[in-house]
């Protein structure tokens, strides 16, 4: 069975840091690029970070570059999103997907969820 699943999620306060993982299952993970959304209440589903399969650099919403980094171990099947300084206006569930490279599959996790708030 093919899986996503992330962790990592909480409160924090402001200026503090998080750090999500998401650990796949059932898939060749190398043959896919991996990436982070979020979705905050009312607002759509937007890309956070985009990591290719292997030697690509990593790609940033603006609004986390600098702050936010993603990194992924194909040995461990598994990529990760180090947050820091992080902002009330990153509170959101965070998701991670996959694509595949050269072909069409693409997976979703069931998201984690992430509070900024004093």
């Known amino acids: 069975q093919r899986q996503l699943v992330e962790s990592g999620g909480g409160l924090v306060q402001p200026g503090g840091s998080l750090r999500l993982s998401c650990v796949a299952s059932?898939?060749?993970?190398?043959?896919?690029?991996m990436s982070w959304y979020r979705q905050a209440p009312g607002k759509e589903r937007e890309l956070v970070a985009t990591i290719t399969g292997v030697g690509g650099s990593p790609n940033y919403a603006d609004s986390v570059k600098g702050r936010f980094t993603i990194s992924r171990d194909n040995a461990k099947n598994t990529v990760a999103l180090q947050m820091n300084s992080l902002k009330p206006e990153d509170t959101a569930v965070y998701y991670c997907k996959a694509d595949e490279l050269w072909g069409r599959a693409v997976f979703w996790g069931q998201g984690t969820q992430v509070t900024v708030s004093s």
């Open positions: 059932g898939l060749t993970f190398s043959r896919f690029a």
